[in-house]
């Protein structure tokens, strides 16, 4: 379900629950000690699908561990982010001098504890959550905007290692086009941060029961560099 949202050149690899034959290294393994059962089931289906997703660009598979800051650490040359929730888990990886960073969350589509809501927005946005309420009455837009501020965290933290709090970005969705856009409140720190600093723009969907976000943040042009002709293309979906 996430490869809609993404570009083609995205890997992605997804599951609709835990995979009790999920193999994990033994240095992931290490990182499982103090989990509970249930999060020991999520983290190693999470390694299954972005190995997975991994092979589809040509990498071989090996142990993907965390950032000190808690993010996986995806192989040189790569960007990527995983995704769980009940009945879903998903990983999306691509050449990272294709896309500065990805970002994909998935929730259950149920409407947000009216406390949650009133944290994670900033005025603007309840007004236009109230709009699209009304209008669209089926769809839990505040779970969406949580998802979707989720995936623009994910997309910014493993680049820039700084927090980014809910309040610190703004977001719209067009209903019509199923997309969202994105804008950092926060002043940029860094040259890396200032690649972020122009709008945001995502995909988002309802699959199944649950709410899905990604973000797919492309390189600069000024930044591309020329490739010879490439023998890694993704498999069509």
């Not at 089931?41 to 589809?56: D, P």
Request: glycine share 6%.
């Amino acid at each position: 379900m996430i490869e809609e949202l993404l570009p083609s050149t995205v890997a992605a690899a997804a599951t609709a629950g835990d995979l009790p034959y999920a193999h994990l290294y033994p240095e992931e393994l290490a990182l499982m000690r103090r989990m509970a059962p249930p999060r020991r089931s999520e983290f190693a289906t999470g390694r299954h699908c972005a190995r997975q997703a991994l092979g589809l660009l040509g990498v071989p598979p090996g142990p993907l561990l965390r950032t000190e800051g808690g993010a996986p650490r995806w192989p040189e040359g790569t960007v990527g982010s995983m995704t769980h929730c009940a009945g879903y888990r998903a990983a999306a990886v691509a050449w990272s001098r294709d896309f500065l960073a990805l970002g994909i969350d998935a929730e259950p589509h149920a409407a947000l504890p009216g406390d949650v809501r009133q944290a994670i927005t900033v005025g603007s946005e309840r007004a236009a959550l109230a709009d699209l309420d009304a209008a669209h009455p089926r769809i839990h837009w505040d779970r969406l905007l949580f998802s979707a501020k989720e995936s623009v965290y994910k997309a910014w933290y493993p680049r820039t290692g700084r927090w980014l709090d809910f309040t610190d970005a703004v977001l719209a969705f067009d209903p019509v086009r199923s997309t969202f856009a994105a804008r950092l409140l926060i002043s940029p720190h860094t040259p890396t941060e200032r690649l972020f600093s122009v709008d945001i723009r995502g995909r988002w969907a309802i699959r199944n029961g649950i709410a899905l976000t990604a973000v797919a943040i492309p390189v600069p042009a000024d930044r591309v560099k020329a490739h010879p002709a490439r023998q890694d293309a993704i498999p069509a979906r």
